[in-house]
């Protein structure tokens, strides 16, 4: 799915989005109106294409950071409940939940169609809507993240420990989507490769060369 992106709107984002902010912002909106336009009105076609677009953005973004390994990393910290570390989720309402356990290692790697699956089992009490608020409440908390570490970019301990921050908050944002697909039934993954599986979803092109991908010159919905 990285390489999906990145060879359809690679180089438009580059120019057109130069600071990772700006694809951050995008996350963030398409979260938002996933919620707000899809999953609050009860409308199955656009929950579908937001959390594709929210998804896509978040490609983007893992591009942007260097290509980091998203499986890898999703597995690292959902191995389990990355809180009560139980399959299913234990964990008790009403209680405190006990210090966030990040990154498990020496776990296999899985696809993102099978992270829908395992996040459906470790928490197979989640709701759409329920799923819904909390991707609008992580993306910001990914933004913060990113605003925070690249504060403290001199500060070696300190960059280190955000950068983790970094890739648990991107983590989550993942998990909430692989959660809204799982509950409103629609695969992902899939759905993705069939609104990309031309290139760009508005001039078809496998590299990006309309308008599609600038706000400024499009009034197309935001990739």
Request: proline share 4%; hydrophobic share 35%; glycine share 4%.
């Amino acid at each position: 799915m990285q390489l999906l992106n990145s060879s359809i709107y690679g180089k438009a984002n580059d120019q057109i989005y130069p600071r990772t902010t700006d694809i951050l912002f995008k996350i963030v909106g398409c979260a938002s109106l996933t919620q707000e336009k899809g999953i609050a009105k009860g409308n199955r076609d656009l929950t579908i294409h937001y959390s594709v677009m929210t998804f896509s953005w978040a490609m983007a973004f893992a591009n942007r950071r260097g290509r980091f390994d998203i499986v890898r990393e999703l597995y690292r910290h959902f191995a389990a409940c990355p809180y009560c570390g139980s399959e299913p989720c234990d964990c008790k309402r009403g209680v405190q939940k006990p210090k966030r356990m990040l990154f498990a290692e020496g776990q296999p790697l899985w696809s993102v169609e099978a992270f829908q699956r395992h996040i459906a089992e470790v928490y197979p009490k989640n709701t759409l809507a329920r799923s819904g608020s909390h991707l609008a409440a992580e993306s910001v908390e990914l933004m913060q993240a990113v605003l925070d570490w690249e504060r403290s970019q001199f500060d070696a301990i300190r960059s280190e420990e955000l950068i983790a921050a970094i890739h648990e908050e991107y983590s989550d944002v993942i998990a909430h989507l692989v959660a809204i697909a799982h509950c409103g039934e629609f695969d992902l993954a899939r759905e993705t490769i069939r609104i990309f599986k031309d290139g760009c979803c508005e001039c078809h092109l496998p590299e990006c060369k309309c308008p599609y991908t600038n706000p400024v010159r499009s009034r197309s919905v935001t990739k």
